[in-house]
């Protein structure tokens, strides 16, 4: 859904209640009636159709967020909106009252809607006069206000009694019967990932707009984009929803259904740059969640896997991916060895466009397996952030391929460039084991159990007992289980040990936490 289709709806909200508190204050008696009805009337409707398109339209998770807050804020008084067409037809309330209670809700929301409006249409000037410190619709009468509307009226089954006060009301029966939102299902949840990639563009498109990369080292150069991945309604944490796959043959995906890679646009540095700063504007903090793949991975799984992480673990930040150039196979596995510790610099290149020429101050990075080497190697680099403190908030090592000592040393060497490290291991991870195997057993970094690597400085946390669902070679268990996603949500909100769902175990070198089911 476009941004300007939203800010039309959200503009059309407000104009409904601009006015709706313009006639509820000013008009005469005589033309109360028929200008509150076309007023409440138009409110209903604007409102109705802003939750449709919360539950039909592909948004962002954020956006969906943020309308829905307006919805369910709005709702209020859009069933006392409802409530007065069947007050005034059966003449059960004095109008009077009803002008008072609409004129003092919409008075109490309009600041509350008013900053969202002008997110969404703040390069466009709405023609609105100001009043008492607030944005206001103009009217010289009752009956240009009235004007504004000409929709027909409809009437609901609610009652409004009055107190003797003459100044509350009160609701004998719910406000309504019928549910104003059907909130039975909600649509694909769309998430934008800014990725910087290694990879050679194909050329071709391989499905819509999809721009396809090929698998493998590449050009070496850094290609910056956008990818649109789409969440399904039905989606279940921690999962990464796809077709049948038989042999080399998938079947079409589904939006409804399935995780899917919508499209795929390679931009240009300032068109890139230009799309981040305006997702960056109306953050609280400038941060980024930068995901980077292991092995046995391809460009379209990497984009999918980092949209699928930001939204199960609801990252309220900018959504990045460095995808390296994997060649996607097990066979592979040699040939990525050399690729990723190619990529580093890249990796360090990366960083820096956001950092200093985008302007994010806060990065949440998680490595993934053989994608731990790249981070490490540029976390040796420090050239890219200004001032005496690291940008990197918190960084996660996630079933490293890396060797334990070689591990040990690097970290020694990075220890006060990241405000946090964190590692994840699994005595069950069937891809660190094989890699473990193939080097006479020298220990790995990404191991569990007996051989969990504890250091000072590290916050180790052993998955094994939640890690029986590995996937094969490609060992994503950090984006499969429920539980490491619950801990991932903690550690990226920068929560201390110890947290819920781990248990303290000791260690000859110290303290260590496991993950119980």
């Not at 109360?32 to 339209?57: F, G, N, T, V, W």
């Not at 009803?98 to 309009?110: F, H």
């Not at 066979?331 to 290149?349: F, I, N």
């Not at 970290?411 to 891809?431: C, P, Q, V």
Request: glycine share 8%; with cysteine.
């Amino acid at each position: 859904m476009e941004r300007q289709e939203i800010a039309a709806l959200l503009r059309e909200l407000l104009d409904s209640i601009l006015v709706l508190e313009r006639v509820a204050k000013v008009v005469s008696h005589d033309s109360r009636l028929p200008a509150l009805q076309s007023a409440a009337r138009a409110l209903i409707d604007c409102h109705e159709s802003l939750a449709a398109a919360c539950y039909s339209q592909l948004l962002h998770y954020k956006t969906r967020t943020k309308l829905l807050r307006v919805v369910d804020q709005a709702a209020s008084l859009v069933a006392l909106c409802q409530l007065l067409e069947q007050a005034i037809q059966h003449d059960q309330v004095d109008p009077q009252l009803l002008q008072i209670e609409l004129a003092t809700m919409s008075s109490n929301l309009l600041p509350l809607l008013e900053p969202v409006v002008e997110y969404y249409d703040r390069k466009q000037q709405l023609n609105w006069s100001v009043s008492e410190g607030h944005q206001r619709v103009a009217f010289d009468d009752a009956q240009q206000s009235s004007a504004f509307f000409s929709r027909s009226i409809k009437f609901g089954d609610s009652e409004v009694v009055p107190e003797d006060d003459g100044m509350q009301l009160y609701v004998t029966h719910d406000l309504v019967q019928d549910p104003l939102i059907p909130r039975a299902k909600i649509g694909p949840t769309e998430v934008p990932v800014y990725f910087g990639t290694t990879r050679s563009i194909n050329g071709k498109l391989r499905s819509g707009s999809v721009v396809d990369f090929f698998d493998g080292r590449g050009s070496g150069e850094l290609t910056l984009g956008r990818a649109l991945i789409s969440i399904p309604p039905g989606h279940r944490v921690g999962k990464l929803e796809l077709p049948l796959s038989i042999w080399k043959f998938r079947l079409k995906p589904n939006p409804e259904k399935h995780v899917v890679l919508r499209s795929t646009e390679p931009l240009g540095v300032e068109d890139w740059l230009s799309a981040i700063r305006e997702e960056l504007f109306d953050l609280p903090k400038r941060m980024a969640f930068v995901f980077i793949h292991g092995f046995n991975v391809t460009f379209s799984q990497a984009m999918m896997r980092a949209g699928q992480i930001a939204r199960d673990i609801g990252y309220e930040g900018l959504v990045t991916s460095f995808s390296w150039g994997s060649e996607g196979t097990v066979d592979g596995y040699p040939a990525d060895e050399d690729t990723v510790q190619l990529a580093g610099p890249k990796l360090v290149e990366f960083l820096a466009k956001l950092h200093t020429d985008a302007g994010v101050e806060t990065f949440h990075i998680v490595a993934h397996s053989m994608g731990c080497r790249a981070l490490l190697s540029a976390l040796k680099e420090t050239s890219w952030w200004s001032g005496p403190e690291t940008p990197v908030a918190e960084a996660v090592f996630a079933a490293p391929d890396v060797d334990a000592t070689q591990y040990q040393e690097s970290m020694m060497a990075i220890s006060r460039n990241a405000g946090r490290y964190t590692l994840y291991g699994s005595e069950r991870d069937w891809a660190i084991a094989v890699s473990r195997c193939i080097r006479k057993n020298h220990p790995r970094a990404g191991d569990g159990g007996e051989n969990i690597l504890v250091m000072n400085g590290v916050e180790t946390v052993d998955a094994t007992e939640v890690g029986e669902q590995l996937f094969g070679l490609g060992h994503s268990y950090i984006a499969d289980k429920r539980t490491i996603l619950g801990d991932l949500w903690a550690v990226l909100r920068g929560l201390p040990m110890p947290r819920f769902g781990l248990q303290e175990r000791l260690h000859h070198v110290g303290k260590y936490w496991a993950l119980v089911p």
